[in-house]
């Protein structure tokens, strides 16, 4: 079917990419894809780790005359670089993923948008925010040499949008986002309460099954 360019197919299939990609332990591996095949666009909704879940320690060092292990934590200035850069490379090896798959040539574009839950510590309550986005084509993006670039530079040279400094968690607007009206759902309705124990759900109408 994926290779016939059935759609779902195609949505199944990059699914697939996604979860075989080899991630940190305490990085999340939640994502959301919508394919539209009018411009084959594919725009994928992507949770991103919050600061609190990457690595913080740097080294760790014997002190014999104490016979104890002495850990170094990276300075909060170090924390929040790593943060920005590791979610810059989060968002261009996801793009770079899905066209390397992408062996129908079923993808013109891509849109990535970069989602974190996190605290808000104003409220003290959880809040979930779109922090980047990136929208860039097959043939724009295959022309730059990933293993050359730098990863924040390489974003902005694609256009993409975010705050200059991500670790802050200011929500931006995301350049396109999934479409939830699709045809294939039906709305609900309330079908338990008016069954008992003598329904035949094999007979049962297809809509009030679903």
Same mark, same amino acid.
């Given at each position: 079917?994926?290779?016939?360019?059935?759609?779902?197919?195609?949505?199944?299939?990059?699914?697939?990419?996604?979860?075989?990609?080899?991630?940190?332990?305490?990085?999340?591996?939640?994502?959301?894809?919508?394919?539209?095949?009018?411009?084959?666009?594919?725009?994928?909704?992507?949770?991103?780790?919050?600061?609190?879940? $990457?690595?913080?320690?740097?080294?760790?060092?014997? *002190?014999?005359?104490? /016979?104890?292990?002495?850990? !170094? +934590?990276? %300075?909060?200035?170090?924390?929040?670089?790593?943060?920005?850069?590791?979610?810059?490379?989060?968002?261009?090896?996801?793009?770079?993923?899905?066209?390397?798959?992408?062996?129908?040539?079923? $993808?013109?574009?891509?849109?990535?948008?970069?989602? *974190?839950?996190?605290? /808000?510590?104003?409220?003290? !309550? +959880?809040? %979930?925010?779109?922090?980047?986005?990136?929208?860039?084509?097959?043939?724009?993006?295959?022309?730059?040499?990933?293993?050359?670039?730098?990863?924040?530079?390489?974003?902005?040279?694609?256009?993409?949008?975010?705050?200059?400094?991500?670790?802050?968690?200011?929500?931006?607007?995301?350049?396109?986002?999934?479409?939830?009206?699709?045809?294939?759902?039906?709305?609900?309705?309330?079908?338990?309460?008016?069954?008992?124990?003598?329904?035949?759900?094999?007979?049962?109408?297809?809509?009030?099954?679903?």
């Amino acid at each position: 079917a994926y290779l016939k360019g059935d759609s779902d197919a195609i949505v199944d299939y990059c699914e697939l990419v996604l979860m075989n990609s080899t991630y940190h332990n305490a990085f999340p591996k939640d994502f959301d894809i919508n394919y539209v095949p009018d411009g084959r666009t594919l725009i994928i909704d992507y949770l991103l780790p919050n600061p609190e879940q $990457l690595p913080t320690l740097q080294s760790v060092r014997y *002190v014999q005359t104490r /016979d104890e292990l002495v850990e !170094k +934590e990276l %300075s909060e200035r170090e924390k929040s670089t790593l943060y920005d850069s590791v979610l810059y490379q989060i968002c261009l090896r996801t793009i770079h993923e899905m066209f390397e798959a992408d062996v129908i040539d079923a $993808l013109e574009m891509v849109t990535f948008n970069g989602w *974190v839950n996190s605290i /808000d510590l104003g409220t003290g !309550k +959880e809040t %979930s925010g779109c922090i980047l986005s990136l929208q860039t084509t097959k043939s724009e993006f295959i022309d730059i040499d990933l293993a050359r670039v730098e990863p924040k530079s390489c974003f902005k040279t694609l256009k993409g949008i975010g705050s200059s400094k991500l670790h802050s968690l200011a929500p931006v607007a995301p350049l396109a986002n999934i479409q939830r009206d699709d045809a294939r759902f039906v709305p609900s309705r309330n079908i338990k309460e008016n069954l008992d124990d003598s329904e035949n759900i094999a007979a049962m109408d297809w809509e009030d099954f679903e």
